[in-house]
């Protein structure tokens, strides 16, 4: 099984983590089951940005990135060259670094 490395970040895993989780798996799913509790404001329909992470290593093993998350991406608060949403970013067999980024933007979120 693949493993995801964590790296600290101070709310969700202040010393940094390492999880494994089958192929298939988003990283958002493998980290909600691992109890990092990374926001998923849209329920991992890809309509928001608060699922962000940046891809430190293993970026290539999550395929092509759609352009919905693309245009998605480009309102993320911290973007960089390796960004995915983890709830569009799928487990292959390759081991991947991820570093959750200090803020998130939530686009779906409406104040009535
Ligand atoms: S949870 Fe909203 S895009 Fe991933």
């Known amino acids: 099984m693949p ?3 964590i790296l600290p970040h101070p709310e ?5 983590a390492e999880i ?4 298939g ?3 958002c799913e493998a980290l909600l089951d691992n109890h990092i509790e990374i926001e998923h404001a849209c329920e991992m329909s890809a309509a928001c940005t608060t699922c962000h992470v940046v891809v430190r ?5 999550f395929g092509e990135i759609d352009e919905i998350e693309e245009d998605l ?3 993320a608060w911290g973007l960089e060259p390796t ?5 569009q970013a799928i487990l292959a067999q390759q081991d991947v670094t991820v570093e959750i980024p200090r803020y998130s933007v939530n686009h779906a979120k409406e104040k009535h």
């Not at 290593?57 to 093993?61: A, L, N």
């Not at 960004?83 to 709830?87: D, F, G, H, I, N």
């Open 12 to 16: 969700y895993c202040p010393s940094g």
């Open 73 to 75: 991406l480009d309102r």
């Open 83 to 87: 960004s995915r949403l983890s709830c």
């Open 20 to 23: 494994s989780a089958p192929p």
């Open 57 to 61: 290593e293993g970026f290539e093993s």
């Open 25 to 27: 798996t988003s990283v």
């Open 3 to 5: 493993v995801i490395k």
